[in-house]
T-cell receptor, first 115, second 119 residues
Framework: AQKVTQAQTEISVVEKEDVTLDCVYE???????LFWYKQPPSGELVFLIR??????QNEISGRYSWNFQKSTSSFNFTITASQVVDSAVYFC????????????FGKGTKLTVNP | GAVVSQHPSWVICKSGTSVKIECRSL??????MFWYRQFPKQSLMLMAT?????????EQGVEKDKFLINHASLTLSTLTVTSAHPEDSSFYIC???????????????FGPGTRLTVL
């Protein structure tokens, strides 16, 4: 079975704090893709990152960084020096190779960054 | 790049009427588009997968006669909610997956969503 678990339903931090959003996935496939999307209050899902299962290299993009660990089936997302504009719901998703495969979404983590 | 638009962004209709929502990929061709439904404070629920030129594949529990999907071109898919009722009120989001072989990233890009309210 394919499943994505985001155990943190809501997180609240104060601006400039670092925050890590957890994502744990389950799949028996050897080839798969992991995604993070941001959904601000406006509703539109914004693509943040895509990582394939063969690339465990961690990635940093500005204040965002991702830690992919196949050994623990986790793909955690860290925001450094958080800002109020980071307030949103963040979704982790699992996708598969080829054709028109659908994404399996976690339930999302609502992040609130307070000034 | 990779912009997906939806129209309308919100719609209010009377019970029993039909509503059409358009999803367009603006700067890439999308062989496959997906339609999701999202209830307040919940995750996205996939309704159907739409492939250009063929019939949509519906997820279990989704009524295909109620939610009509047409993917007439590589840049346009439409969702028609037929005979809408108040329980159909929701946030409908489409996504488009870029076409394989064109330097594609094989990623789903999402539209801004359409908020449907049925009175």
């Amino acid at each position: 079975a394919q499943k994505v678990t985001q155990a943190q339903t809501e997180i609240s931090v104060v601006e400039k704090e670092d925050v890590t959003l957890d994502c744990v996935y389950e799949t028996r496939d050897t080839t798969y893709y992991l995604f993070w999307y941001k959904q601000p209050p406006s509703g539109e899902l914004v693509f943040l990152i895509r990582r394939n299962s063969f690339d465990e290299q961690n990635e940093i993009s500005g204040r965002y960084s991702w830690n992919f660990q196949k050994s623990t089936s986790s793909f955690n997302f860290t925001i450094t020096a958080s800002q109020v504009v980071d307030s949103a719901v963040y979704f982790c998703a699992l996708g598969f190779e080829g054709g028109s495969e659908k994404l399996v979404f976690g339930k999302g983590t609502k992040l609130t960054v307070n000034p | 790049g990779a912009v997906v638009s939806q129209h309308p962004s919100w719609v209010i209709c009377k019970s029993g009427t039909s509503v059409k929502i358009e999803c367009r990929s603006l700067d890439f061709q999308a062989t496959t588009m997906f339609w999701y439904r999202q209830f307040p404070k919940q995750s996205l629920m996939l309704m159907a997968t739409s492939n250009e030129g063929s019939k949509a594949t519906y997820e279990q529990g989704v009524e295909k006669d109620k939610f009509l999907i047409n993917h007439a071109s590589l840049t346009l898919s439409t969702l028609t909610v037929t005979s809408a009722h108040p329980e159909d009120s929701s946030f409908y989001i489409c996504s488009a997956r870029d076409r394989p072989g064109q330097g594609a990233t094989d990623t789903q890009y999402f539209g801004p969503g359409t908020r449907l309210t049925v009175l």
